[in-house]
């Protein structure tokens, strides 16, 4: 499980556990609050239930007394015995009604209150009950007529005592109902608070989750979108976005009638930082353009990256001289030096400007046209270049002569020459140049010069090295087989000097051809060396390591510090040609020619003169001391066969090899 995917999981167990919490508080709530209200329910429905027992005892109670009373009166009146006999049963089964019904209000369970009543009521009963009786025998036996008198005021008096006391009695059950009513109202409450308490809880709990849940949601939708957006790497818009944002300006500029501009860039070098120093240098390199272009740019410019080394720049409405100024301005941002991580890295850019709608009215015309034009600015290697249509042909070409020499390289269409270099002390061969051609299938026979700035601009250059020295190297061993034992020289490109496999693979080439080292020359141009110092410098002393020859060519054309050559491990100097062809007829060109043989001498190291096309050239060189020439005098580059033939018949090869043409055979 990633780390990603496990920070998923815990939210996603956070925000089930916050759910769950909240599903269990308000199961817990409808639990408590029913049971509550139940209970609530139960009592009052005991309480009422005992309370309407009471009352309808009391209320038999009262009713028996009254009728009782009423019953005294009757047999007082009545004269005939049977009626008054059968008037005496109904006042006795009164008593009984009375006395079951009290008996009854006694055994349920009752109050203090009720008790002291009910005390109160039997004292009350036993007190009248001799009155009573009094009444009944003096009804039941004749007609006395203090018999009224007695009712009036003996009996009448106590039952009525009696009669309040059960009044008092029903009073106090009203009172008890009243007071339980009351406490089931009040419980009714405080359980309807606890749900609304809990409920409150509960929601508010669901709200945090629920808000938890849009922010992260929110938040993880916004993060897919920038994903989908922008460029992981830089943080630039990329290719998706530009798009949009392209389109979006295409409308809006249709609209108002404005202009806009795209510059479309690549860096001229970037695959082989990235193939030399590795993944992280060619990330961070990037990382770095990035923020110079930012850094260029107003604020309402868009600057995207389309993916690898391709960036894109959107002005809007923008005047022709600020087009100029900001490419200018972004050419001189990338040149200067990039230090990353601990190499330091120079590079270029090419960029191509197409102008909306002078180049084109849709997104693809005006994205495919700044390509054109990007494509003529880096073979023209002028920095930036606005679209012309002229420039749609050569960018064709471009691109097939591009495929072409990969091709080439991958089916030996190359085709190697050797031009022979003579040592003055001996005026014999003691080495070979190697220089590459092209037997192209259709344009004929190419001289290096046509295609080798194709290379280097393209990423060609490593497998092109790489062809060159392997098929050097067989030749050299070819040569040393048949006993002649010189050395071969091979060019070598600034790009080269940034691929930190070249030693390695050098090593794996000697190896294999079984050279060696100090039979291989490799050739440097000034400006290669200076180009990059500091990575150059790390490879040169691989090289020197390995004991293989390191010369500066063209020695004279560039602008090196002769203090930082003289620290270079190289042995040898070549002076170029055009100083060398010239020296005859130019004082400048010889003195030039002259103190470079003196400054090699003095620094250590062979002098190599290129360009020698006449024997008064020779003899001049060799007189000043210069350690070996190479020119037309001698040979012009020659194939393999015929370098052989070469060897065989030149006054220069002579006796190089007795048998040479013997082994060779
Ligand atoms: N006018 C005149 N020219 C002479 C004379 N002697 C030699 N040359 C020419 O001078 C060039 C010498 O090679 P370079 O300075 O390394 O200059 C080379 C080198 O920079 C590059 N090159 C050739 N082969 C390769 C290669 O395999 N790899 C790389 N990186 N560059 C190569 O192409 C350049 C041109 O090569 P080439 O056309 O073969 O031209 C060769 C050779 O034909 C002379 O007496 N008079």
Redesign the pocket.
Known sequence: MTANSKHHFSIGVRIASGFLIAIMLMLALTYVSLNHMEQANARLKNIVQKNNVKTEMAQIMQKALRERALSMHIMAVLTDDFLKDEEYQRFNALGGEYTRAREKLENLAVSPEERKVFSRIIELTRAAQPEVQKVIEMGLHGSDPGIFDQIRNESMPKQRLISEQVDALIRLQQSQAAAAIKEAETSSASARKTMLLLGGVASLLTLVIAIFVGKRASKHAQALEHQALYDDLTGLPNRTLFQDRLKQTITHSQREGLTFAIMLMDLDRFKEVNDTLGHNVGDLLLQEVSQRLLKTVRNSDTVARLGGDEFVILLENPSEAYIQKIAQKILEALDHPFSLDQDVVDINASMGIALYPEHGNDAVTLTQRADVAMYAAKHDNCGFLLYSESQEQSSRAHLTFKSELRQAIENDELV??F?PKIDHTTARIMGV?????WQHPKRGFL???QF?LT??QTGL?QS??HW?LEK?LLQCAALHKAGIFINV?????AR?LHDKQLPANIARLLDKTNVEPSYLVL?I?ESAMMADQASALVILNQLDKMDVTLAI??FGTGFSSLAYLSKLPVDEI?I??SF??EMMSDKQALVIVKSTIDLGHNLGLKVVA????TLEAWHALTEWGCDCA????MS??LSAADLMRWINESSWAEGISANSMKNLA
Do not use: F, W
Request: hydrophobic share 40%; no cysteine.
């Open positions: 190697l020459y031009q140049e190697a220089l590459v051609r001289p290096p010069d080798i290379a280097e250059m092109l090295t060159v050097a020289a091979v060019n070598l490109s080269n050739e141009t060519d063209d070549k170029d040609k060398v062809m290129e360009g020698v096309e190479q020119g037309y005098l012009k580059p």
